[in-house]
């Protein structure tokens, strides 16, 4: 059965009570500044996210027995927090998990509105502009594989926060290129092959870290244990060695992947700080298409 058009979460806009069916898409243990514990759930459809708090006796416990990924249905009660912000969330009261037969599944599978061929012929066209054959050979032994576009063109980007839907991951590599474009036209000296070289193949290891297709995005157990930063190096590195790509380049790339998380104190996952002008350049372009995704998605 189907979710009543209101309840779906670009409708959840009145403070209200409400019993409907959402994706676990994230959940965290947090303490109130009162010292006082509780779960930060963030709930999904396919029109978006909103936030939920649940306050129950035993916070361990209950955040044990939610699964990501699953579907629940869930009573609580829709308030507007902070005042007058505009911005809604849930006081979740009761979170029971779903059969498959209990709901119908393209109610939470979020999906790219763009317009997949424009995006995949920016990242053709760049590929067959770019000088160094090197580079060259290495993005096509990846973008000229059916089996392995097929996979890059529909996976997420995240589960939450930006581009975490069907086809994000696509979104969110264009995007970054496009930046970068830019920042080689105010920053000539950057090396541009290599530069976009880092672009399409930062991201690769999504394709490993999430699971999709057949329900809401879930974590895959490689994603869960490695990461999506040691995925992708290890996916390019073994091409690259394949490939017999030189071990200074072989290293300028992998060195951008690694680092596009930014400096290491950040605490967002790098395990190098950026020490190029390409690796920095990639890293700020990787964050502002989060970013200003993550708000848009709002």
Known sequence: ???????????????????????????IIRTSAKGRKYLDITLADKTGQID??????????????IKLGTICRISGRISEFPSGSGRYNMVINVINELSKDDYYINDF?????????????????????????ELKNILRSF????EFTEQFYNAPAAIVHHHNYIGGLLDHTVGVLKICKTSCEIFPELNKDLLYTGVLLHDLGKMKTYTYGT???????????????????????????EL??????????????LSHHGKVSNGW????????????????????????????QR
Do not use: W
């Open 215 to 241: 329900g809401p995005i879930g974590i895959s157990e490689e994603g869960e244990l490695l990461d999506h930063l040691y995925l992708s190096c290890e996916m390019v590195k073994e091409k690259m060695n």
């Open 269 to 296: 996952g790098s395990p190098v700080d950026p020490k190029t002008p390409e690796a920095m350049s990639l890293h700020y372009a990787d964050n502002m298409d989060a970013k200003v995704k993550e708000v848009l």
């Open 1 to 27: 059965m189907s979710k009543n058009e209101e309840d779906f979460i670009e409708n959840l806009n009145l403070a209200r009570d409400i019993t409907s069916k959402f994706a676990i898409a994230e959940k």
């Open 52 to 65: 939920g708090r649940m306050f129950p006796d035993n916070v361990d416990v209950t955040h044990d027995s």
């Open 244 to 257: 017999e790509t030189p071990e200074e380049l072989s290293n300028q790339i992998l060195h951008m992947i």
């Open 143 to 146: 973008f000229c594989n059916k």
């Open 109 to 133: 599978v979020m999906a790219s509105e763009s317009n997949q061929d424009e995006l995949v012929e920016e990242i053709r066209s760049t590929i067959k502009e770019m000088e160094n054959p």
